[in-house]
Structure formats: structure tokens, C-alpha cells
């Protein structure tokens, strides 16, 4: 017997490809991005909504590693073995890391509620 208040259509599964994401920025990240990659290749089949979810996540965990490792290389080459270069690393990855972190809960809350992430349509 469905409650009374119960929603009755099903989810589109849009949350399973950010809960991925934020597992491989969070706790498991090589498995986690596999996972993801296997997720993006197999988008044809997937309704628009997840299709589009999954395609920001991997976008952003793709965009995320880059701006980090070239950021980080831009210093090490400027800077070499240095102190300075070492606060700037710190300062710089805690700063993106915690940006894609909240992109990734704002993302959530637009998988939960059925809506299309925020992200240039044009990748999607």
C-alpha cells in the first residue's frame, strides 16, 4: 500500500553518476573515475537527465585533475623546490578541491530534484 504522499514515477537514476563523483574526489578516487568513465561511455542508453549528469562529472573530474596538475606544474617550473612553491600548492589544490567538492553537492541537489546540472549545455 503506497503512502499517501509517495512519488509515483520513478527516479531517473541521475544521482548515481554524482554520488561517483564525489567518491572519486572524497574516498576512492581512481576506482571511483573508472567507474565514472564506464558510466560515460555507456550514456546512449541512459535517460536525458542521467545522460547529462553523467557527462558533467566526468567533465568536471577530467577539468579538475587537469587544472591541478597544470597549476602545479606551472609553479613547480616558476618556482622549483621551494617554500614558496610548496604554500602556493597547498592554497591552490585545498582551493580547487574544495570548489569541485561543492559543485558536486549543488550538482547532487539538482540530480534530486530532476533538474539538469549546471554546466554549458553545449557538453552535455
Given at each position: 500500500m503506497p503512502?499517501?504522499?509517495s512519488r509515483m514515477t520513478t527516479g531517473s537514476g541521475a544521482v548515481v553518476p554524482i554520488i561517483w563523483y564525489l567518491l572519486n574526489l572524497l574516498?576512492?578516487?581512481i576506482i571511483s573515475f573508472i567507474v565514472l568513465l564506464a558510466q560515460?561511455?555507456?550514456?546512449g542508453d541512459m535517460p536525458e537527465i542521467r545522460r547529462a549528469h553523467t557527462?558533467?562529472?566526468?567533465f568536471m573530474s577530467v577539468?579538475?585533475?587537469?587544472?591541478i596538475g597544470s597549476g602545479l606544474a606551472l609553479a613547480w617550473f616558476m618556482s622549483g623546490?621551494?617554500?614558496g612553491f610548496w604554500t602556493f600548492a597547498l592554497v591552490w589544490a585545498i582551493v580547487l578541491h574544495t570548489s569541485?567538492?561543492?559543485?558536486g553537492i549543488i550538482?547532487?541537489?539538482?540530480?534530486?530534484?530532476?533538474?539538469?546540472?549546471?554546466?554549458?549545455?553545449?557538453?552535455?
Amino acid at each position: 500500500m503506497p503512502y499517501s504522499q509517495s512519488r509515483m514515477t520513478t527516479g531517473s537514476g541521475a544521482v548515481v553518476p554524482i554520488i561517483w563523483y564525489l567518491l572519486n574526489l572524497l574516498i576512492l578516487p581512481i576506482i571511483s573515475f573508472i567507474v565514472l568513465l564506464a558510466q560515460f561511455f555507456r550514456a546512449g542508453d541512459m535517460p536525458e537527465i542521467r545522460r547529462a549528469h553523467t557527462r558533467a562529472a566526468t567533465f568536471m573530474s577530467v577539468i579538475g585533475a587537469v587544472l591541478i596538475g597544470s597549476g602545479l606544474a606551472l609553479a613547480w617550473f616558476m618556482s622549483g623546490n621551494t617554500g614558496g612553491f610548496w604554500t602556493f600548492a597547498l592554497v591552490w589544490a585545498i582551493v580547487l578541491h574544495t570548489s569541485f567538492v561543492l559543485w558536486g553537492i549543488i550538482a547532487m541537489a539538482q540530480a534530486m530534484s530532476d533538474r539538469m546540472p549546471y554546466f554549458p549545455k553545449r557538453w552535455l
